[in-house]
């Protein structure tokens, strides 16, 4: 919450004119990648798309709301083994794993962001540009330290990298921590359907 009013205070209400394009870009790109992975376990699975998605809603739900795929852990668990019928022995392995391996959510989100501030900067990209920043990004995300703050290393990393001016840093701290809750609940829904 202080991140985004000192980012009003800073830069005023214009501030939102850079920061919806990012978020919604987020937001469609999270949501895509789930849509597409649930689709796809249901024709793989002959389940109705809509049967899994009510199944693995709570978990979806708690992503959403806390931003945190540890809140939602217990839940995916409990989901896993008595509605999905998965066996405890691989849900104790491979939720854990899936946890920190899913990361595609992730990558879609910190690209929408850094794209758009590249893009909010004038700065010119191409094809090769988002295949070296989703390589990139997606290395860097798999090592994200789960705390707090841990984004802000990954972003650093990413603006130094791509040559976005630090002065933007606060911007994309606060659009990371908005797409946070986008991003968590699809990689909670992720995780579950893989």
């Given at each position: 919450?202080?991140?985004?009013?000192?980012?009003?205070?800073?830069?005023?209400?214009g501030i939102f004119a850079?920061a919806w394009k990012p978020?919604?870009?987020?937001?469609?790109?999270?949501?895509?990648?789930?849509?597409?992975?649930?689709?796809?376990?249901?024709?793989?699975?002959?389940?109705?798309?809509?049967?899994?998605?009510?199944?693995?809603?709570?978990?979806?739900?708690?992503?959403?709301?806390?931003?945190?795929?540890?809140?939602?852990?217990?839940?995916?668990?409990?989901?896993?083994?008595?509605?999905?019928?998965?066996?405890?022995?691989?849900?104790?392995?491979?939720?854990?794993?899936?946890?920190?391996?899913?990361?595609?959510?992730?990558?879609?989100?910190?690209?929408?962001?850094?794209?758009?501030?590249?893009?909010?900067?004038?700065?010119?990209?191409?094809?090769?540009?988002?295949?070296?920043?989703?390589?990139?990004?997606?290395?860097?995300?798999?090592?994200?330290?789960?705390?707090?703050?841990?984004?802000?290393?990954?972003?650093?990393?990413?603006?130094?990298?791509?040559?976005?001016?630090?002065?933007?840093?606060?911007?994309?701290?606060?659009?990371?921590?908005?797409?946070?809750?986008?991003?968590?609940?699809?990689?909670?829904?992720?995780?579950?359907?893989?």
């Open positions: 919450d202080l991140s985004l009013v000192l980012l009003i205070w800073e830069h005023g209400m850079i978020i919604v870009l987020c937001a469609l790109t999270s949501f895509g990648l789930m849509i597409i992975k649930i689709l796809t376990v249901s024709a793989r699975c002959k389940v109705s798309a809509g049967l899994l998605m009510k199944k693995t809603s709570s978990s979806f739900l708690i992503g959403l709301a806390t931003a945190s795929s540890t809140a939602a852990f217990g839940t995916v668990m409990d989901i896993n083994t008595k509605k999905l019928g998965i066996p405890e022995e691989l849900n104790n392995f491979g939720v854990p794993i899936g946890n920190i391996l899913c990361c595609s959510t992730t990558s879609a989100g910190f690209i929408a962001i850094i794209y758009s501030l590249i893009e909010y900067n004038g700065i010119k990209v191409d094809i090769t540009w988002f295949i070296t920043a989703w390589i990139i990004i997606t290395l860097i995300s798999f090592a994200t330290p789960p705390i707090s703050g841990g984004t802000l290393v990954v972003l650093t990393v990413m603006f130094a990298q791509f040559g976005i001016p630090n002065s933007l840093l606060g911007i994309a701290v606060v659009l990371s921590l908005i797409a946070d809750f986008f991003m968590t609940a699809s990689k909670v829904e992720i995780m579950q359907m893989e």
